[in-house]
């Protein structure tokens, strides 16, 4: 059974600050593995997808990396923005199963 | 298209009652999946389908719950004789068949059982 751990648990930080968020999970069998964001009371936006043959994933200011074998992802948030306040979910899709998700990471950016 | 479409997005309901809740996926994924997701934690996976064929529920799915894709476009999932335990978000994602794809999730119908 997949287990997707993310450190920190929440994290709090001045504008403008880069951040870097943690996920590991325990089985390297995916065929993917997708990073969040929920806001309070909201349903879970896509930000970025990587596939298993991927080492990296840029969007704007977001850049995920992967690293399979060792069962670790995380999301590098460059100049950081009140904006980017949310919970940030990672979700590796294991070949056996569904997304897997672990309990997120909650960010507040203060201006 | 406008992503996944989650209906209702709130429903207040006396414990013992029945609930339905509906998901209208984006129109051209096959694969429909229910998440259940309570404070403070992340979404927990309830069951998939891969057009109208249910293919995995999980053990979090008691027998109170049932979920169906009748045509392959949207999903119901209800709940009957509701407890205070139910209490959640219920998230709704859908994505296209091959493995290699984004899931897109709706905003979720809040449920809330006094």
């Known amino acids: 059974k997949q287990e997707v751990t993310q450190i920190p648990a929440a994290l709090s930080v001045p504008e403008g600050e880069n951040l870097v968020l943690n996920c590991s999970f325990t089985d390297s069998a995916i065929y993917n593995l997708q990073w969040f964001r929920q806001d309070p009371g909201k349903g879970l936006t896509s930000l970025l997808l990587?596939?298993?043959?991927?080492r990296e994933q840029t969007s704007g200011r977001l850049n995920a990396s992967l690293d399979k074998s060792s069962g670790r992802s995380t999301l590098y948030i460059a100049a950081s923005q009140p904006g980017d306040s949310a919970t940030y979910l990672c979700a590796p899709f294991p070949r056996y199963s569904t997304l897997t998700f672990g309990k997120g990471t909650m960010l507040l950016v203060s201006p | 298209d406008t992503g996944v479409s989650q209906n209702p997005r709130h429903k207040i309901t006396k414990r013992g009652q029945n609930v339905t809740f509906r998901c209208d996926p984006i129109?051209?994924?096959?694969?429909l999946y229910w998440y259940r997701q309570t404070l403070g934690q992340g979404p927990e996976f309830l069951t998939y389908?891969?057009?109208?064929?249910?293919?995995?529920k999980s053990r979090l799915l008691s027998d109170r719950f049932s979920a169906e894709r009748p045509k392959g476009s949207f999903s119901t999932l209800e709940i009957q004789r509701t407890e205070q335990g139910d209490s959640a978000m219920y998230l709704c994602a859908s994505s296209l068949l091959t493995e290699n794809t984004e899931a897109f999730f709706g905003q979720g119908t809040r449920l809330t059982v006094v």
């Open positions: 990587i596939q298993s043959s991927q």
């Open positions: 389908f891969q057009n109208e064929a249910q293919l995995e």
């Open positions: 129109s051209e994924h096959n694969r």
